[in-house]
């Protein structure tokens, strides 16, 4: 990702916060093992071309999520369309075109569903313009967010935690979980600006849990 255009020529898709997701096998091992089986065939798929029919049927049939079209913050004044990506040809987390959009990574999990649905978002943007992460920092443990779907449903996550990551880390707890729960996690860039890399050293994610009734 793009993490400061005022810095930064590349486009979004060619720095920041789509290295954060550049293939490991400790990865692929740990999705396995924490059953998102969605996310780690996409990731063969993309190296072993293949019909896509066995994708879609590692989905539920009838997911009780639909599919997410709009996320809001209003502690930090986030109203954002949202975008669907997968992975890069060369394995890394695709992220979204435009500064005031946030991307879904649609090989994972629905945001609702059991599991860590991934949604990405800009830092930062070519002349000062407002990107919709900029502000991602300030989100405090209760703060809340909230999900559209494409069926009129409002799912509501509440902020746990944040975490500051090493983009060349392992992040098979930002993509994946084992307790039988739904999260939402929220990723931006974070950190000082690397010039030869084009990017800023950390990746910021926000974990959030579904709000119980």
Not at 133 to 151: C, H
Not at 171 to 180: E, I, L, T
Request: aromatic share 8%.
């Amino acid at each position: 990702m793009s993490c400061n255009g005022t810095r930064n020529n590349k486009s979004p898709a060619e720095a920041g916060v789509g290295k954060f997701m550049q293939p490991k096998i400790s990865l692929l091992r740990s999705l396995i093992i924490l059953g998102v089986a969605g996310a780690v065939f996409y990731s063969i798929t993309t190296f072993f071309p293949a019909d896509k029919k066995p994708v879609e049927s590692v989905r539920n049939a009838a997911p009780e999520s639909g599919l997410p079209v709009r996320l809001k913050i209003p502690s930090i004044k986030v109203d954002a369309a949202i975008g669907r990506v997968g992975l890069t040809p060369d394995g890394a987390m695709d992220v979204p075109k435009n500064p005031d959009e946030v991307a879904w990574f649609e090989p994972g999990k629905r945001p609702g569903e059991n599991g860590s649905a991934v949604i990405a978002g800009h830092y930062g943007w070519k002349n000062g313009k407002a990107a919709a992460f900029d502000d991602l920092s300030q989100l405090r443990k209760g703060d809340k967010a909230y999900v559209e779907d494409d069926k009129g449903a409002t799912i509501s996550f509440v902020v746990r935690e944040s975490r500051n990551y090493d983009p060349k880390a392992d992040a098979s707890d930002v993509f994946g979980s084992n307790d039988g729960k739904p999260h939402l996690n929220l990723i931006t860039c974070e950190g000082a600006w690397n010039e030869a890399e084009k990017s800023y050293s950390n990746r910021l994610v926000v974990f959030t849990d579904k709000e119980t009734e």
